[in-house]
Nanobody
Framework: QVQLVESGGGLVQAGGSLRLSCTAS????????MGWFRQAPGKEREFVAA????????LYADSVKGRFTISRDNAKNTVYLQMNSLKPEDTAVYYC??????????????WGQGTQVTVSS
């Protein structure tokens, strides 16, 4: 089973940027699609973005389209989420996840432990 560790969260002012990283253990990282999800206090976990195993295909939630960019480096077993023009409503715990492909990224797979992102107004 793949183990995932997120990093890069923190406190930032509205309009600022952060880059999240998620590093995976194991030699099968490049065979998985990868996704980012988030969960705000009192809300359900929601999809943010996904990237195909090759990096050639991406998918975004409407709420982050044009502001967030997902990418991956298979040589480093790492997936990134570049977050620009951050808004207070982006405040949440962000989780990375493996999945069979970007269309079914919410199905079975492994989750990381999460990293907190707080955007102040």
């Amino acid at each position: 089973q793949v183990q995932l560790v997120e990093s890069g969260g923190g406190l930032v002012q509205a309009g600022g940027s952060l880059r999240l990283s998620c590093t995976a253990s194991g030699r099968t990282f490049s065979s998985y699609a990868m996704g980012w999800f988030r969960q705000a206090p009192g809300k359900e976990r929601e999809f943010v973005a996904a990237v195909s195993w090759s990096g050639g295909g991406t998918l975004y939630a409407d709420s982050v389209k044009g502001r967030f960019t997902i990418s991956r480096d298979n040589a480093k077993n790492t997936v990134y989420l570049q977050m620009n023009s951050l808004k207070p409503e982006d405040t949440a715990v962000y989780y990375c996840k493996t999945g069979p492909n970007i269309a079914t990224i919410s199905s079975f797979g492994s989750w990381g432990q999460g990293t907190q992102v707080t955007v102040s107004s």
